[in-house]
């Protein structure tokens, strides 16, 4: 690792893994929730594996009379069982792999009970996965925009899905494992941390440590 001992993230709804490779390597994690909200962006989706390929997940959020609205007064909208589909779908991506029933309660929960505000509802699931990887870190949050704290590298836009194939990032390549649908589409690196929870279960942990490159 390089004399950064931080790192700078955006709120995300069941992080991907390079994302979760960060929070099991640096010491210091900061959280941004001063932003605006910024659409098609792991704010607020999540990308799995199903047998016809990815699928993404989107959490539907309030449409304000303001275009611009801070990511921690996002309200998430209910106007349709979005939930109720999301598990729909999670249940039956993985339901098969070998550590599903393992953590399925664990994860089920956040789509019996309404949260308000998406960002609280990211930093719940965020908190939650991080303790069934046995991840002691803080998650600290950001006092203002634009002020990247001193030692940290901005990860605020890096990763995302638009950008993830045309800004590589050097501190990151994803090591293989077991997925379900392996067979039929190969290994399909970098899914919601979902993926690699339910196919790995314990050894996930070790292959975050394994995708972080070390500079």
């Given at each position: 690792?390089?004399?950064?001992?931080?790192?700078?993230?955006?709120?995300?709804?069941?992080a991907?893994?390079?994302?979760?490779?960060?929070?099991?390597v640096?010491?210091?994690?900061?959280?941004?929730?001063?932003?605006?909200?910024?659409?098609?962006?792991?704010?607020?989706?999540?990308?799995?594996?199903?047998?016809?390929?990815?699928?993404?997940?989107?959490?539907?959020v309030?449409?304000?009379?303001?275009?611009k609205?801070?990511i921690?007064?996002?309200?998430?909208?209910?106007?349709?069982?979005?939930?109720?589909?999301?598990?729909?779908?999670?249940?039956?991506?993985?339901?098969?792999?070998p550590?599903?029933?393992?953590?399925?309660?664990?994860?089920?929960?956040?789509?019996?009970?309404?949260?308000?505000?998406?960002?609280?509802?990211?930093?719940?699931?965020?908190?939650?996965?991080?303790?069934?990887?046995?991840?002691?870190?803080?998650?600290?949050?950001?006092?203002?925009?634009?002020?990247?704290?001193?030692?940290?590298?901005?990860?605020r836009?890096?990763?995302?899905?638009?950008?993830?194939?045309?800004?590589?990032?050097?501190?990151?390549?994803?090591?293989?494992y077991?997925?379900?649908?392996?067979?039929?589409?190969?290994?399909?690196?970098?899914?919601?941390?979902?993926?690699?929870?339910?196919?790995?279960?314990?050894?996930?942990?070790?292959?975050?440590?394994?995708?972080?490159?070390?500079?």
């Amino acid at each position: 690792m390089t004399q950064y001992t931080g790192i700078l993230l955006s709120t995300a709804y069941f992080a991907p893994v390079r994302y979760f490779s960060k929070l099991a390597v640096y010491p210091e994690i900061y959280i941004e929730q001063h932003e605006n909200f910024v659409k098609q962006t792991y704010r607020n989706r999540t990308v799995i594996l199903g047998d016809n390929g990815p699928i993404s997940l989107i959490v539907p959020v309030e449409k304000g009379r303001q275009q611009k609205i801070r990511i921690k007064d996002l309200r998430i909208a209910y106007d349709e069982e979005w939930q109720r589909n999301h598990w729909r779908t999670i249940f039956s991506a993985y339901n098969s792999s070998p550590f599903f029933e393992y953590y399925a309660d664990d994860v089920e929960m956040f789509f019996r009970k309404k949260h308000e505000f998406l960002f609280d509802f990211n930093q719940q699931i965020t908190e939650t996965i991080l303790e069934i990887l046995e991840i002691t870190v803080s998650l600290n949050l950001t006092e203002d925009f634009e002020q990247v704290p001193e030692n940290c590298l901005n990860f605020r836009e890096q990763i995302s899905p638009k950008t993830h194939l045309i800004n590589p990032d050097p501190h990151f390549m994803a090591e293989p494992y077991t997925q379900v649908f392996a067979e039929k589409f190969g290994f399909v690196p970098d899914l919601s941390i979902l993926d690699l929870l339910f196919n790995e279960g314990p050894s996930a942990l070790e292959i975050l440590g394994n995708s972080f490159v070390r500079q």
